[in-house]
């Protein structure tokens, strides 16, 4: 299990635990359910990078402390 950092630059952080062979699009239903949006709203970012939803976090070489930036569309 590794610990990922997101921050909608509003003033929402939020930590979430998930494994490293996870999808981008299971992150980002485990974010929709700490944060109350729908999961298909959320855009994670880093600088200009959009991370698409298919790919593991393995593949992207994300680790344990990365931050996102999370939008909302």
Wanted: hydrophobic share 35%; glycine share 6%.
């Amino acid at each position: 299990m590794i610990e990922i950092t997101v921050n909608d630059r509003l003033g929402k952080k939020v930590r979430i635990k998930c494994n490293p062979n996870d999808t981008i699009g299971d992150l980002k239903k485990l974010i929709a359910l700490q944060t109350g949006t729908r999961w298909d709203k959320i855009v994670l970012k880093k600088w200009y990078t959009i991370y698409k939803d298919h790919i593991t976090l393995q593949d992207y070489e994300i680790h344990e402390g990365f931050n996102f930036e999370l939008y909302y569309q």
